[in-house]
């Protein structure tokens, strides 16, 4: 959940370096270093006591992540244990056969082109 949030922070770090739209002018709305710096601060300060002020959102999100970390294990289990049984199917399934080129006929122009 943390790397979320510092992918959507570094994100909106990024976005705010980028240049804004010229037309807008004066009516755009700014923001300093400073005060960014604050907010993020106040942001990580805000979500490292989230679990003080909300126990039972942090007991509840808990029980969800367990049950996505077992749902993960099985499957992962399953798929493995389908791909060591041998029952994936082949790779090359084509034959000889399949991948031999049918003869043609020269066409009319490569013919006198070769001088025939």
Not at 76 to 97: F, R, S, V
Request: glycine content about 8%; hydrophobic content about 45%; charged content about 20%.
């Amino acid at each position: 959940m943390f790397r979320l949030l510092r992918t959507a922070f570094w994100l909106c770090i990024v976005i705010l370096l980028l240049p804004g739209d010229p037309e807008r002018g004066e009516d755009a709305p700014s923001v300093t270093v400073l005060e960014l710096m604050i907010a993020a601060r106040d942001i990580v300060w805000d979500i490292s006591h989230l679990c003080e002020r909300n126990p039972d959102l942090c007991e509840t999100g808990g029980e969800v992540g367990q049950i996505l970390a077992d749902k993960a294990r099985y499957n992962i289990g399953q798929l493995t244990d389908y791909l060591a049984a041998g029952d994936a199917p082949e790779t090359d399934t084509l034959t000889a056969g399949d991948v031999a080129t049918p003869w043609q006929a020269p066409a009319a122009h490569q013919v006198a082109a070769a001088g025939g």
